[in-house]
Each structure stands twice: as structure tokens, then as C-alpha cells.
């Protein structure tokens, strides 16, 4: 009777037993991740060895719990829950060590949860000798934003001119933000149009409409919360009086062309000299060698 309730004892201290650690691990959608959990310093025999890997944050909501179940050895399927069908796989080769992690494929904005790995051993009787929790985030950066703007001269002051700001390949959706640097006050996007890839992650496309100003510094911010990252383009514009910056620019090509003219003439004078003094040095040394060559 004492032996018994010993054994109860035992099982309920390990039932009861703190879970050993809590890794948080950010995956990209779409990408493979691996849920760890690690009992080293032991070698297991997989015949007596239960692995449970379930969903720990929606137990009571969860119709289904059970992401991965190893019994004797053997995947057992029949308790595995629809949506991680085929998509599930020990490490074979390491679960006599005591690495009882996880590979998860192809992960999709509905696997975003915490996940325990319960390990237990059923030499006599059934106890628990390892816990281990994984929350699993999903999060991608978005690209540098393209920041499009009116062209240089195209509008008058005061004109309402339209800015447009696109990201691509990011997760989860971002904020936006608008923001005048001439006075770093914040604006209102007047449009916001987000898409998402079947990969699971955005792209996004924000629309803002301003009156235009004779030093517009407008900048466009993408924030990532997940990742703690800020990604921004901005659109400074200062404007040509007369069109003066076109005509520069059009002054500086024909003086380029000028350039360009006045050398090639150059060249042909300079050649052209040089053929006639080498010309004339010619005939001035085959005079002088006649002289010295006749008769007295």
C-alpha cells in the first residue's frame, strides 16, 4: 500500500512539474520551423517513450489539441488533428538522445500558438520526465518602400498633388504613417489598399493627398511591430523658379556638346601641324644631304 502510494506520489510530482523552459521562435510564412525540445544527458528507448506535442494556448477552446503523438516508437495518427496532417516529423535519428523537437512545414498565419512537448516514460507505470513550451510567431520585414510624388514643376502651390507609398512581402499587416518634415506633424493616408500573397504575407499600398508647398518633405513610414522594425522613403521637393532647373540642364548639355566640338577640332588642327612640320624638316634634311654629296 505504501509502494503505491509512493508511485502516485511520483507521478503526480512530475505531472506537476515546472515546465523547463519557454523559447519564442518568429518564422516566416511559408517557411519550415523547428519546435524545440531537448532532454539531454539520457538515452531513451523509443519502446518505452510517449511524445505528445499539442497546442497549449486553446486547450478548452480547441476542438482538436494534438499537433504530434509518438506512442511505442510509432507515429500514431489516428490522435493527430486534421490541419497538421502530413505536415509533422520527429528527428529520428536524435530521439534516443533525449531530442524529442519538432519540424513544422509550411507554417500559416493558423499555427501562431504556444506549443508543449510532453515527454513521458512508461517503465512500470507512466510518468512524466520532460516538459518544454514554444510560442511560434509568424513575421516577415517588408521591402523598402517605393515612394512615388509629383514630378518637379508639375503643379502650383497650393494645388492638392497626390503621394503614393508601396511595400511588399511583409507580415503581419503593418501601420502606416505619413509624416511632413517640414514640421514633423503626422498626416492622414487618404487610401489604404493591402493584398495578400498565398504565402501568406502583404503587400500594401497607402495613398495620401496634400497641398503642394514650395519645400514639401514628405516621408512615408512602414512599422513591423512584431519585428520592432521601421522601414521609411521620403520625397523632398524644392521648387524651380521659370523652369531655370530644366534650362540648366539643357545649358549644360550644349556646353557639353561644345566641349566635346572644340576638342575634336583641336585634334585635327594639332595633326595637321604636325604633318607639315614633319614634312618640311624632310625636305629641309634631303636638301642639306645633296649639298654635301656634290662634285667640287
Not at 476542438?63 to 502530413?86: M, R, T, W, Y
Not at 497641398?211 to 522594425?229: G, H, P, R, V, Y
Request: charged letters at 20%; a neutral charge; proline letters at 3%.
Amino acid at each position: 500500500m505504501r509502494r503505491r502510494g509512493y508511485r502516485f506520489l511520483l507521478l503526480f510530482l512530475h505531472i506537476l512539474r515546472a515546465v523547463t523552459a519557454l523559447e519564442k521562435i518568429i518564422s516566416k510564412p511559408g517557411d519550415n520551423v523547428r519546435l524545440s525540445c531537448i532532454y539531454p544527458g539520457r538515452e531513451f528507448s523509443l519502446d518505452n517513450l510517449r511524445v505528445y506535442w499539442q497546442i497549449a494556448d486553446d486547450e478548452d477552446t480547441e476542438p482538436c489539441s494534438v499537433v504530434h503523438a509518438l506512442i511505442s516508437g510509432q507515429d500514431n495518427e489516428s490522435l493527430q488533428c486534421s490541419q497538421f496532417k502530413n505536415r509533422t516529423q520527429l528527428f529520428w535519428d536524435k530521439l534516443g538522445d533525449g531530442n524529442f523537437s519538432l519540424l513544422l512545414f509550411n507554417v500559416r498565419q493558423s499555427d501562431e500558438h504556444t506549443y508543449r512537448c510532453i515527454v513521458m516514460q512508461t517503465i512500470e507505470y507512466t510518468r512524466v520526465i520532460h516538459q518544454e513550451q514554444v510560442v511560434l510567431s509568424l513575421a516577415a520585414s517588408y521591402s523598402q518602400p517605393i515612394l512615388s510624388g509629383p514630378k518637379r514643376n508639375s503643379y502650383n502651390t497650393g494645388e492638392e498633388v497626390t503621394f503614393s507609398c508601396r511595400s511588399d512581402n511583409g507580415y503581419p499587416e503593418p501601420n502606416v504613417y505619413w509624416i511632413n518634415r517640414t514640421d514633423n506633424t503626422r498626416l492622414s493616408q487618404s487610401d489604404f489598399n493591402i493584398t495578400q500573397h498565398p504565402n501568406g504575407t502583404y503587400s500594401v499600398l497607402s495613398t495620401l493627398k496634400v497641398k503642394a508647398t514650395s519645400d514639401m518633405q514628405i516621408e512615408c513610414f512602414i512599422e513591423n511591430k512584431i519585428l520592432q522594425e521601421n522601414t521609411s522613403a521620403n520625397y523632398t521637393e524644392e521648387m524651380q523658379i521659370n523652369g531655370s532647373s530644366t534650362g540648366s540642364h539643357k545649358d549644360q548639355a550644349k556646353s557639353g556638346q561644345g566641349a566635346q566640338a572644340a576638342a575634336v577640332v583641336s585634334v585635327v588642327i594639332l595633326m595637321a601641324f604636325l604633318s607639315v612640320l614633319i614634312c618640311w624638316l624632310w625636305k629641309r634634311r634631303s636638301s642639306q644631304l645633296v649639298s654635301y654629296t656634290a662634285p667640287i
